[in-house]
């Protein structure tokens, strides 16, 4: 039985719950097994969980404050337990994450800690930012660094194509608000047609299809779909809007209203009867209103 760490120190005791759970000789068997890649769900989860508690974040309501500490916390502990399973292996432990992270974003920061000259706005400090990014990467000679080097792969689609999107305006190639916002809504009809000249009259015509006229079709359609889902995400960066976020507030949304439907059709549910358009239609109005009142 091992001792619970003591909190008098908390950055030792927390290294020490880590070292303590890893540990052959009375840890935690679950907690042995583990890779850095089996833990990439978990990593991703807490992230997620910490935006959430983030944005029902309440001035007035203190357990709100309390659940992002406690998310911040379980975030902090994958970076402890990479750092840890890292410094089984001697290839760094989580004092040595600190001082890199330090030291890069002092790096990055010369307008606030070297004798840059001051920078005017949030997006000089971006556009700098950039450019040293690509100069760290250079100098260490990565292989293929480029503009995007530094976009995870595992980012949600929507996410990556507006990161991408930030990055490349940085260089100044994008659409120029407002000069640029007319092509900007061109960008998206013309999207928007080509996909439509890829669509099938049928819909079902996709499903299951083995004909490789029908295949070649499904696969340009799938790439136009894409290209009208990244310039729309675009649209929502120029407006500074999340459309991750957006889309899943919608999701949150659709959610909500059908559970009300759910809860009106229970019976006819229960029984296996499935109700039908007009009802469905009449019980999705009925949820909008709920909603709103």
């Not at 998310?71 to 502990?77: A, I, P, R, S, Y």
């Not at 949304?253 to 296996?272: A, I, T, W, Y």
């Amino acid at each position: 039985m091992k001792n619970p760490p003591d909190m008098e120190n908390p950055f030792i005791a927390i290294q020490k719950l880590a070292a303590d759970l890893r540990d052959p000789d009375g840890g935690c068997p679950w907690d042995r097994e583990q890779t850095h890649v089996s833990l990439i769900e978990n990593l991703i989860e807490e992230a997620y969980e910490t935006a959430q508690a983030i944005e029902e974040l309440s001035g007035n309501d203190p357990e709100t404050w309390s659940e992002f500490k406690e998310e911040l916390g379980d975030l902090l502990f994958q970076v402890v337990i990479h750092s840890q399973m890292a410094s089984e292996k001697k290839y760094f432990n989580l004092e040595d994450v600190f001082v890199k992270t330090v030291e890069k974003l002092v790096f990055r920061h010369p307008h606030v800690y070297g004798e840059e000259k001051g920078v005017e706005n949030s997006r000089e400090v971006l556009e700098n930012w950039e450019s040293l990014k690509r100069k760290e990467k250079w100098d260490k000679k990565k292989k293929g660094a480029s503009l995007f080097s530094g976009i995870p792969e595992h980012l949600p689609a929507l996410l990556k194509s507006c990161r991408m999107g930030q990055k490349a305006s940085r260089l100044n190639f994008d659409w120029r608000y407002p000069d640029g916002a007319e092509q900007l809504f061109d960008k998206i009809s013309e999207e928007y047609d080509e996909l439509m000249r890829e669509l099938p009259e049928n819909p079902e015509d996709f499903h299951n299809c083995t004909e490789k006229k029908l295949l070649d079709q499904k696969r340009r359609a799938t790439l136009e779909f894409g290209d009208l889902l990244f310039v729309v995400a675009q649209l929502a960066r120029h407006f500074h809007i999340d459309p991750e976020y957006a889309l899943q507030q919608s999701n949150k949304k659709f959610q909500s209203r059908f559970l009300h439907m759910e809860k009106e059709f229970k019976s006819k549910l229960d029984d296996g009867i499935l109700p039908s358009t007009e009802e469905w239609e009449n019980a999705w109005q009925n949820a909008k209103r709920k909603e709103k009142s």
